[in-house]
T-cell receptor
Framework: DGGITQSPKYLFRKEGQNVTLSCEQN?????MYWYRQDPGQGLRLIYY???????QKGDIAEGYSVSREKKESFPLTVTSAQKNPTAFYLC????????????FGPGTRLTVL | EDKVVQSPLSLVVHEGDTVTLNCSYE??????LLWYKQEKKAPTFLFML????IEKKSGRLSSILDKKELFSILNITATQTGDSAIYLC?????????FGEGTQLTVNP
């Protein structure tokens, strides 16, 4: 079964702690993306990667970090520098950065207490 | 800088009403425009539009693109409470998709 998996589905953390969100895809897609969504709002791009070992900042990268050591994996770390990390985080992928369609994972809802 | 603007941002209607959601864009090398529906989880794909004037239809939902005026509309006829969701449009010209802010549609019984 091909697709994008994100884990965990729900995550609770104390303020000041770093936390890493997992995103794995078995679609053999080159490009991967991380978005943040706040209640009732659209998607804001955090980071994206067009190819292994390369990634670019999106519109709201401050307080976040990523790595892309393997094609199928694109983990996102929410650091203590992120002032308001409570949000819904979505991972997505495309076959390549020139492809039209983008596929989404199920999302991780992060709550910082 | 590529830009996608959706309107209205929020819409409340009664079951049975027809709604039209708007998406305008400013991009340098247009490739395609996507519509997604999002309930309390990941967005689900609705339509991909690449050519002007050709309507895409799926049940009560339909969408059309106007490449001259740089906009797209998503129509929902005979709305149902299950249509309540955020509707997102996105343009795919760059190495990243450019999303609009979304339209929050609420359909009341």
């Amino acid at each position: 079964d091909g697709g994008i998996t994100q884990s965990p589905k729900y995550l609770f953390r104390k303020e000041g702690q770093n936390v890493t969100l997992s995103c794995e895809q078995n679609l053999n897609h080159d490009a991967m993306y991380w978005y943040r969504q706040d209640p009732g709002q659209g998607l804001r791009l955090i980071y994206y990667s067009q190819i292994v070992n390369d990634f670019q900042k999106g519109d709201i990268a401050e307080g976040y970090s990523v790595s892309r050591e393997k094609k199928e994996s694109f983990p996102l770390t929410v650091t203590s520098a992120q002032k308001n990390p409570t949000a819904f985080y979505l991972c997505a992928s495309r076959r390549s950065f020139t492809s039209n369609e983008q596929f989404f994972g199920p999302g991780t809802r992060l709550t910082v207490l | 800088e590529d830009k996608v603007v959706q309107s209205p941002l929020s819409l409340v209607v009664h079951e049975g009403d027809t709604v039209t959601l708007n998406c305008s864009y400013e991009v340098t090398n247009f490739r395609s425009l996507l519509w997604y529906k999002q309930e309390k989880k990941a967005p689900t794909f609705l339509f991909m539009l690449t050519s002007s004037g050709i309507e895409k239809k799926s049940g009560r939902l339909s969408s059309i693109l106007d490449k001259k005026e740089l906009f797209s509309i998503l129509n929902i006829t005979a709305t149902q409470t299950g249509d309540s969701a955020i509707y997102l449009c996105a343009e795919t010209s760059g190495s990243r998709l450019t999303f609009g802010e979304g339209t929050q549609l609420t359909v009341n019984p």
